[in-house]
């Protein structure tokens, strides 16, 4: 398994940034594995936002996220970044960190997630 650790979370307001940043313990590894972020607000489930292939080259975006979020990685520092745009009160959830098992096409289904960071609150405010 590969550890993930997830940083920049926070308070914004409406219509707000922020980028969050996902670190990855196993060098040699993460260059090959498809990365994306899922969230989960109180009493909801837990909803892919985004992933992105192990090269960078495909990607992948919730509806709801689309045009507002940007998925990005750094092979060369084993980090994987959520750049999130025009925040609004429907984007407050605990944002998870995900490392797929296969394509980042087939990690948009939680249960094509093989390893998870613990989260972090991104809250909206309006």
């Known amino acids: 398994q590969v550890q993930l650790i997830e940083s920049g979370g926070g308070l914004v307001q409406a219509g707000g940034s922020l980028r969050l940043s996902c670190a990855a313990s196993?060098?040699?590894?993460?260059?090959?594995?498809?990365m994306g972020w899922f969230r989960q607000a109180p009493g909801e489930e837990r909803d892919f936002v985004a992933s992105?292939?192990?090269?960078?080259?495909?990607?992948y975006y919730a509806d709801s996220v689309k045009g507002r979020f940007t998925i990005s990685r750094d092979n060369a520092k084993n980090t994987v970044y959520l750049q999130m745009n025009s925040l609004n009160s429907d984007d407050t959830a605990v944002y998870y960190c995900?490392?797929?098992?296969?394509?980042?096409?087939?990690?948009?289904?939680?249960?094509?997630?093989?390893?998870w960071g613990q989260g972090t609150q991104v809250t909206v405010s309006s």
């Open positions: 196993s060098e040699g590894i993460f260059s090959i594995k498809p």
């Open positions: 992105i292939s192990a090269q960078g080259i495909a990607r």
């Open positions: 995900a490392a797929g098992l296969t394509t980042a096409q087939a990690m948009t289904v939680a249960r094509n997630v093989g390893s």
